[in-house]
């Protein structure tokens, strides 16, 4: 059976489609059709835009593994994220949006955890490393294989990434601690993880910075990078004593007691820790208002919705794939940086009246972007 519909009558209906079917279709070499689909080769522009149309119109795919292969490629990307992956809606989006990018460019990715162990570097092509923290013997290790590599966030470390995608945490905490207290709360305190991450480091010293301009005492509590639904409550208490009796707000990285008033605002930087404190506020009855520094559903549909800085996970992962593209391409030099744009999500978590009418619809939401 020979096709006639829409294809020329040489290409039998159970031929695959490969280079050779359309070099024949189109009347060229194979070599020729090959440069003129590369855009490579001394290839008149009329003969690469009538390749063109008949792959097109044959539905030619390339041989992906076999394009890598002539460029001494393996195809692959390699996306290390830490152990917390697995229960993080944050790095779940931020690992699809690596996934979509390197689909993009033909691409695969392996998932490289804090867990595994390696003798030899990983063959892939290029690395993104998301939010590598400082101390991470998998993530040094990695950065010693000489591969190219972008990190979203810097390496709170000796060595740094070839790229960086970053945002500017310290300023948008401002913002939101500035939003916090224009809704009358005048101690706010803050959860947070340790500086092994430059994220939670940014986040730690926007507060304090913030706190020293407006003359407030601070109350943090600090917490681990990993820290359970447990560990955030206990600190959650701690910075709410002495009204649920946890005693000073000292110890476990806390810089500050109570003596200067009570908390009336908390601000919970490790993702998720907003939602599992919200029932304790609630039942504590204290009117302390609530915000989130990582954006989630869990956030947006809480009771009441938790006013929270969305990082846009996703687009930071599509964001650092496509500077690794880049840098492989030899298009951007190593040390190239790229901000990464955030948000602040106002909901109803951070209105004095929230709590007190908490379980009723309600939440409007407003967004504001900060952009370097």
Known sequence: MVLTDGYHRGVQADEPITILTVAREAGVSKTTASDALRGSGRVSEATREAVAKVAERLGYVPNGSARHLR????????????????????YMSFVFGVVEQAARH????????????????????????????????????????????????????????DGVVWSDHAPMLARLLDHLRSAGAARPGLIVAGDESDW????????????????????????????????VRAAARALLAPEMGGGPASGGGAVSSLGD??????????????????????????GVLLASCVDSAATRLADPPITAIDLRPREAGASCAQLLFDLLSGTVPAGTERVHPIELAVRASTDPRSWARAGRAGGQENVTSLQK
Not at 263 to 286: I, N, Y
Request: charged share 20%; hydrophobic share 40%.
């Open 200 to 231: 939670a480091a940014s986040v730690h010293r926007g507060y304090l910075e913030w706190c020293a301009a407006q003359g407030v005492a601070p109350l943090v509590r600090r917490v681990s990078f990993d820290a359970t639904g447990d560990e």
């Open 71 to 90: 460029k001494a490629s393996t195809g692959t990307l390699g996306l290390h994220v830490p152990e917390v992956l697995t229960r993080s809606a944050y």
């Open 261 to 286: 008033g009570a908390m009336d605002a908390l601000v919970c930087a490790p993702a998720g820790a907003a939602t599992e404190v919200a029932p304790l506020l609630r039942e504590a009855g204290a």
């Open 106 to 161: 033909d691409y695969d990715v392996t998932l490289i955890t804090s867990g595994q162990r390696r003798s030899r570097a990983p063959r892939v092509d290029g690395l993104v490393l998301g939010d590598p923290l400082g101390g991470d013997p998998v993530v040094e290790s990695l950065m010693a294989t000489g591969l190219p590599t972008v990190s979203c966030e810097h390496f709170p470390g000796a060595r740094q990434a």
